[in-house]
Antibody
């Protein structure tokens, strides 16, 4: 079964750091670009980051650029999101997604909650 | 990186059609055919409905169709069913490994 499972979320103080993981199974992880997308409480989906297959190309939304870093470990079939200098505005449910044909995210995880609060 | 613009809400009676617009710029929708549409209920995993502007993944009913003209993409849901009541988001590639989502549209089946 093709599956993505996020972990690493939780409660963190403003200014703190957190690393999210997304474990992939059921497909050849190294062949696919991967994304992080988030949804703040009561708000819409917002694209966060993308890394291409091979890891040579990475993009981040302006709102997280310089604070978040997307990476991948193909040997472990795992995607990461290192989040630094967190603010209340980063409080959200974070989803990882697999990039299929023409940029469509065809497989999604169930999401992991991140709460930034003192 | 401004979000793509969608109407906040849309509605229709069962059996009718509803069309959702998604307006971007010449740097995203106008430049690339990497336009996708998603169906999403809060707290659930989003579902890919349309990719490459017009293509449907296997398992997605042909009641869902996509199109694009200039800087605006559209999703049409024909033959509305109660199960179509959800939130819908568009997405586009913006170049340089950057993507952008739309503001989202809540569809209500009357």
């Amino acid at each position: 079964e093709v599956q993505l499972v996020e972990s690493g979320g939780g409660l963190v103080q403003p200014g703190g750091s957190l690393r999210l993981s997304c474990a992939a199974s059921g497909f050849t992880f190294s062949n696919y670009g991967m994304h992080w997308v988030r949804q703040a409480p009561g708000k819409g989906l917002v694209w966060v980051s993308r890394i291409n297959s091979g890891g040579g190309g990475r993009g981040h939304a302006d709102s997280v650029k310089g604070r978040f870093i997307i990476s991948r470990d193909d040997a472990k079939s795992t995607l990461y999101l290192q989040m630094n200098s967190l603010t209340a505005g980063d409080t959200a449910l974070y989803y990882c997604g697999r990039e299929g044909v023409a940029g469509g995210l065809d497989v999604w995880g169930q999401g992991i909650a991140v709460t930034v609060s003192s | 990186q401004s979000a793509l613009t969608q109407p906040p809400s849309a509605s229709g009676s069962p059996g009718q059609s509803v069309t959702i617009s998604c307006t971007g710029t010449s740097s995203d929708i106008g430049r690339y055919n990497y336009v996708s549409w998603y169906q999403h209920l809060p707290g659930k995993a989003p579902k890919l409905l349309i990719y490459d502007v017009t293509k449907r993944p296997s398992g997605v009913p042909d009641r869902f169709s996509g199109s694009k003209s200039g800087n605006t993409a559209s999703l049409t849901v024909s033959g509305l069913q109660a199960e179509d009541e959800s939130n819908y988001y568009c997405s586009s590639y913006g170049g340089n490994d950057i993507f952008v989502f739309g503001t989202g549209t809540e569809v209500t089946v009357l």
